[in-house]
């Protein structure tokens, strides 16, 4: 068949700086076959592999991460890493990326809050806020010490024309002051900058809550927290000499607290396409669904079902229990609220909130935290179960199991709007956070997967390898006895107070 122009870019670029005379003459309008288009075709998809090995090969000099374009091959990393003498501890390719891109200038900044933040947010992938522990800790004031310019912190400058007015004198921003004054609250509260600039306050930060990058700055620091524990919550404490975890020991001159939101999971908006209602597979063929949430029944009456990182509230399989051998359900990083299969169940790193029932299970690096019903196995056809958090009291005959858990898991508690009031519990199915470890889980389950990472659904986001990954990085960066914690903060995913007018 004549062929009008190349299909290749070097072949149709060639071919267009040709005189018309021989394109023409080549036209299949004007008689032609097309043959001098097929050989610069041919000649040109060998060029472009010579043109695509080229651009390759000057990509693979540079370990970092380009907004656009071909990057260097994953195994060149550990290459690059030797020679820039870089210890690689982030789970995902893109933050062993930026290890190496940015280790020399994340030295040059060694023990900088800048290159905390910057370290925490490229290995852990987590946006981050900082505080520094010794700010936190309550000290003696020192008579004749002097003060910084209220100017200078954000703060009104008439705070240093009235020094002799006890009133705002007791409000100077600079003041090591300990004892929170209840007659103003402290909070972060939104700077308002117009578009495209920079706002005039050399305290306000910039931080990005929920997607969104918001301009703000600390309002009242000597004030009542209006929300304790959280990244605006600046007052002076008392040194917390208990050993620091997710809720504790943060108030040390040897500590630096990141506060970071709780991820969301599978119900992050705008992640998923999600089909509300429920849904029929009624024909005899294999079903395949993938990166999909289901908010209602699931109904397979024919067939077989394979799920990859979907999320499915009700499972219902009403394929005659006969089919032992091969799985009906074949699920791989998905979540489910409760689900029943008569048959095969085939799960790997999936999550069941409620009760589990099945004819014969095989699971691997997978959480039930429900109630977990199996029917009589045979020696032929047993059950299988391993690196997973099963519940206490799991009763089945030919039950294999290996390396299983029965520690609780804790999942994150988020905030919701109900009726008017702010209310804080553990996320239910389609709500954001739903089925996300929180730190307190024992590590038998955060850390309980084959590979070392957490069991059930999130084990493909990494959150509790990126966690350990930041504090691990950190340890090389940190001045010499500092020590590192990460706490979630539900209000990293609020914007702050608009401003006042």
Same mark, same amino acid.
């Given at each position: 068949?004549?062929?009008?122009?190349?299909?290749t870019?070097?072949?149709?670029q060639?071919?267009?700086?040709?005189?018309?005379?021989?394109?023409?003459?080549?036209?299949?309008?004007?008689?032609?076959?097309?043959?001098?288009a097929?050989?610069?075709?041919?000649?040109?998809e060998?060029?472009?592999?010579?043109?695509?090995?080229?651009?390759?090969?000057?990509?693979?000099?540079?370990?970092?991460?380009?907004?656009?374009?071909?990057?260097?091959q994953?195994?060149?990393?550990?290459? @690059?890493?030797?020679?820039?003498?870089?210890?690689?501890?982030?789970?995902?390719?893109?933050?062993?990326?930026?290890?190496?891109?940015?280790?020399?200038?994340?030295?040059?900044?060694?023990?900088?809050?800048?290159?905390?933040?910057?370290?925490?947010?490229?290995?852990?992938?987590?946006?981050?806020?900082?505080?520094?522990?010794?700010?936190?800790?309550?000290?003696?004031?020192?008579?004749?010490?002097?003060?910084?310019?209220?100017?200078?912190?954000?703060?009104?400058?008439?705070?240093?024309?009235?020094?002799?007015?006890?009133?705002?004198?007791?409000?100077?921003?600079?003041?090591?002051?300990?004892?929170?004054?209840?007659?103003?609250?402290?909070?972060?509260?939104?700077?308002?900058?117009?578009?495209?600039?920079?706002?005039?306050?050399?305290?306000?930060?910039?931080?990005?809550?929920?997607?969104?990058?918001?301009?703000?700055?600390?309002?009242?620091?000597?004030?009542?927290?209006?929300?304790?524990g959280? @990244?605006?919550?600046?007052?002076?404490?008392?040194?917390?000499?208990?050993?620091?975890?997710?809720?504790?020991?943060?108030?040390?001159?040897k500590?630096?607290?990141?506060?970071?939101?709780?991820?969301?999971?599978?119900?992050?908006?705008?992640?998923?396409?999600?089909?509300?209602?429920?849904?029929?597979?009624?024909?005899?063929?294999?079903?395949?669904?993938?990166?999909?949430?289901?908010?209602?029944?699931?109904?397979?009456?024919a067939?077989?079902?394979?799920?990859?990182r979907?999320?499915?509230?009700?499972?219902?399989?009403?394929?005659?229990?006969?089919?032992?051998?091969?799985?009906?359900?074949?699920?791989?990083?998905?979540?489910?609220?409760?689900?029943?299969?008569?048959?095969?169940?085939?799960?790997?790193?999936?999550?069941?909130?409620?009760?589990c029932e099945?004819?014969?299970?095989?699971?691997?690096d997978?959480?039930f935290?429900?109630?977990?019903e199996?029917?009589?196995?045979?020696?032929?056809?047993?059950?299988?179960?391993?690196?997973?958090?099963?519940?206490?009291?799991?009763?089945?005959t030919?039950?294999?199991?290996?390396?299983?858990?029965?520690?609780?898991?804790?999942?994150?508690?988020?905030? @919701?709007?109900?009726?008017?009031?702010?209310?804080?519990?553990?996320?239910?199915?389609?709500?954001?956070?739903?089925?996300?470890?929180?730190?307190?889980?024992?590590?038998?389950?955060?850390?309980?997967?084959?590979?070392?990472?957490?069991?059930?659904?999130?084990?493909?986001?990494?959150?509790?390898?990126?966690?350990?990954?930041?504090?691990?990085?950190?340890?090389?960066?940190?001045?010499?006895?500092m020590?590192?914690?990460?706490?979630?903060d539900?209000?990293?995913?609020?914007?702050?107070?608009?401003?006042?007018?």
């Amino acid at each position: 068949m004549a062929t009008e122009k190349p299909t290749t870019a070097t072949g149709t670029q060639l071919y267009g700086i040709l005189p018309e005379v021989y394109r023409t003459r080549d036209s299949v309008e004007f008689g032609g076959e097309g043959d001098l288009a097929r050989f610069l075709d041919a000649c040109g998809e060998l060029l472009d592999r010579i043109r695509a090995t080229l651009d390759q090969r000057q990509a693979d000099s540079f370990p970092d991460n380009p907004p656009s374009g071909l990057s260097c091959q994953p195994w060149l990393i550990p290459y @690059f890493a030797q020679l820039l003498d870089v210890r690689l501890v982030s789970p995902e390719e893109e933050g062993r990326r930026d290890e190496v891109a940015n280790a020399v200038a994340w030295r040059q900044r060694k023990g900088t809050l800048t290159a905390i933040e910057q370290i925490a947010e490229a290995v852990g992938q987590m946006e981050v806020e900082i505080q520094e522990g010794w700010r936190r800790t309550a000290v003696t004031p020192r008579i004749g010490m002097p003060q910084l310019p209220a100017g200078a912190l954000g703060e009104d400058p008439r705070f240093d024309e009235f020094q002799n007015h006890p009133l705002w004198a007791a409000r100077h921003p600079d003041l090591p002051t300990a004892t929170a004054d209840f007659r103003y609250p402290t909070r972060a509260m939104e700077v308002a900058v117009p578009t495209g600039e920079f706002p005039s306050n050399p305290s306000a930060k910039l931080t990005t809550f929920s997607g969104t990058p918001v301009w703000w700055r600390q309002v009242n620091p000597h004030g009542a927290p209006c929300f304790p524990g959280s @990244f605006d919550d600046v007052s002076r404490r008392t040194v917390d000499l208990r050993t620091p975890d997710w809720r504790q020991g943060h108030i040390h001159p040897k500590r630096v607290i990141l506060y970071a939101p709780p991820p969301l999971g599978f119900f992050e908006p705008g992640r998923f396409p999600v089909h509300t209602g429920d849904m029929l597979l009624d024909e005899e063929q294999e079903h395949l669904l993938e990166n999909l949430i289901i908010d209602g029944t699931l109904r397979v009456t024919a067939g077989t079902l394979q799920l990859t990182r979907c999320a499915v509230r009700a499972l219902e399989v009403t394929i005659p229990a006969g089919a032992m051998e091969e799985p009906v359900v074949d699920a791989r990083e998905s979540l489910f609220d409760r689900m029943a299969v008569p048959g095969l169940a085939r799960l790997e790193y999936c999550t069941v909130l409620g009760d589990c029932e099945a004819g014969r299970l095989q699971a691997s690096d997978s959480l039930f935290a429900g109630k977990l019903e199996l029917e009589p196995g045979l020696l032929k056809n047993p059950h299988c179960v391993r690196f997973s958090r099963i519940p206490e009291g799991v009763l089945a005959t030919a039950l294999l199991t290996h390396r299983n858990t029965t520690e609780r898991p804790v999942f994150y508690v988020f905030e @919701f709007d109900e009726g008017g009031a702010v209310v804080r519990r553990t996320a239910r199915f389609g709500e954001p956070g739903c089925g996300v470890l929180h730190p307190a889980t024992p590590e038998a389950v955060r850390f309980g997967a084959e590979d070392g990472g957490e069991v059930g659904a999130h084990h493909g986001w990494r959150y509790s390898l990126l966690m350990a990954a930041v504090l691990d990085k950190l340890k090389e960066f940190l001045p010499v006895g500092m020590e590192a914690v990460i706490a979630p903060d539900l209000r990293l995913h609020r914007k702050p107070f608009p401003p006042c007018d």
